[in-house]
T-cell receptor
Framework: AQSVAQPEDQVNVAEGNPLTVKCTYS??????LFWYVQYPNRGLQFLLK??????LVKGSYGFEAEFNKSQTSFHLKKPSALVSDSALYFC???????????FGKGTKLSVKP | DVKVTQSSRYLVKRTGEKVFLECVQD?????MFWYRQDPGLGLRLIYF???????EKGDIPEGYSVSREKKERFSLILESASTNQTSMYLC??????????FGSGTRLTVV
């Protein structure tokens, strides 16, 4: 069965420092991997995806994620955090282009000035 | 750009009421989904639909039903609202390899 784990409920970072939000996954076939961001009282917004190709994918707002097949991970990164990056981040996976997304429980990112 | 519109941002209903949550997408997508989101539990799939008049149960369908009479509209129905259905409800439409597009959510409070 497919699954996604976000091991940290919360990540605290100082503004200007690099940030990493962790995600590991489990699928039997080739994964389609996604990161979404949610601001308070809003729906989820697409950040980036990995389907195939280069292991480092770039997305919106300066975020990027690294796909690591051997470690079954897809960690979200940003070189320099902004206070406005504070939000809830969800990792998601599915097998192939159709089918349902499986979401992690979310990681709250808090960036302090 | 794909838009998924949920009719209400905030809703307050009484216990026992029948509640309709509406979701409309404008890109002719076949697959639509309803999730509820609760702190510490993440997103849980309630129902989904792959086509008009088709519906499939997700992980937590109890107490809910859905209707998909037209491709663009996917409605979630709480037959008799209860306080444990107080939650944030999110509708989504599938964009193939692009994942989902979500609506803004409906925060439902049942009193």
């Amino acid at each position: 069965a497919q699954s996604v784990a976000q091991p940290e409920d919360q990540v605290n970072v100082a503004e200007g420092n690099p940030l990493t939000v962790k995600c590991t996954y489990s699928v039997s076939g080739n994964p389609y991997l996604f990161w979404y961001v949610q601001y308070p009282n809003r729906g989820l917004q697409f950040l980036l995806k990995y389907i195939t190709g280069d292991n480092l994918v770039k997305g919106s707002y300066g975020f990027e994620a690294e796909f690591n097949k051997s470690q079954t991970s897809f960690h979200l990164k940003k070189p320099s955090a902004l206070v406005s990056d504070s939000a809830l981040y969800f990792c998601a996976v599915k097998e192939g282009s159709q089918g349902n997304l499986i979401f992690g429980k979310g990681t709250k990112l808090s960036v302090k000035p | 750009d794909v838009k998924v519109t949920q009719s209400s941002r905030y809703l307050v209903k009484r216990t026992g009421e029948k509640v309709f949550l509406e979701c409309v997408q404008d890109m002719d997508h076949e697959n639509m989904f309803w999730y509820r989101q609760d702190p510490g539990l993440g997103l849980r799939l309630i129902y989904f639909s792959y086509d008009v008049k088709m519906k499939e149960k997700g992980d937590i369908p109890e107490g809910y039903s859905v209707s998909r009479e037209k491709k663009e509209r996917f409605s979630l129905i709480l037959e008799s609202a209860s306080t444990n259905q107080t939650s944030m409800y999110l509708c989504a439409s599938l964009r193939g390899e692009y994942g989902y597009t979500f609506g803004s959510g409906t925060r439902l409070t049942v009193v």
